[in-house]
């Protein structure tokens, strides 16, 4: 109710297209969301699977979302995720984790939070333990060859039990597949046997995405 209240005495503007729509991204920008087309899963992955083309207004959101710190957006983007990719068979889902002084820096995990939008009942849960030990350099600032080599052996699964069989991994967006890679050589090597992923969105390689 003092939601309604406050929206309608300040109404939420669009992270979408920043008109003041009472929403944090409203229907028109919705409407021109373009799915991401299937693809073969990027190398290290089981499967992966993208909800919508990395342009336009969703580049403005999440920007917004990351670098506005605006964390709000990250659930709206997240119940547009959770819409497009129907229930999810899995023992577990995990979101990508940020390095703690990227975490610090930002106040929370955008992934982790769009993450959180996806549990249903009965469904996967979402769990924690999977570390970011090593900061590693912004993505968008290096070639595709360099970006795996960037992110090896920057995520440690630190927990005394193993992680459930088949997981799930979360992300906003999803590039060249080499951080998720990486994310699923941490879990394969604590025991998982299946590391698939769902993100967001999907960029062209070169796109300015960071992490
Ligand atoms: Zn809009």
Redesign the pocket.
């Known amino acids: 109710m003092l939601e309604h209240i406050l929206n309608w005495l300040f109404p939420e503007r669009?992270a979408?297209?920043h008109?003041l729509?009472g929403?944090l991204?409203?229907a028109?920008?919705r409407e021109r969301l373009q799915p991401f087309p299937p693809f073969p899963p990027p190398p290290g992955l089981d499967g992966a699977w993208v909800a919508f083309r990395y342009e336009g207004?969703l580049i403005r959101a999440i920007h917004q979302l990351k670098y506005g710190r605006r964390r709000r957006i990250a659930y709206a983007l997240g119940d547009l995720l959770a819409t497009a990719v129907g229930p999810l068979s899995a023992d577990a889902l995990i979101a990508v984790p940020l390095h703690r002084d990227r975490f610090r820096e930002r106040g929370f995990n955008q992934a982790a939070e769009i993450a959180s939008r996806l549990r249903r009942p009965g469904g996967p849960p979402l769990l924690d333990g999977l570390v970011r030990v090593r900061a590693t350099n912004r993505q968008a600032r290096l070639a595709a060859s360099s970006r795996a080599a960037n992110v090896a052996g920057a995520f440690v699964w630190v927990k005394r039990t193993p992680p459930p069989c088949r997981i799930i991994l979360v992300d906003d967006v999803l590039t060249t597949g080499a951080t998720l890679a990486a994310c699923a050589t941490a879990l394969r090597s604590a025991g998982a046997q299946s590391v698939s992923a769902v993100a967001l969105a999907r960029s062209l390689i070169g796109d300015s995405v960071v992490q």
């Open positions: 669009c979408g297209c008109r729509t929403n991204f409203c028109a920008c207004e």
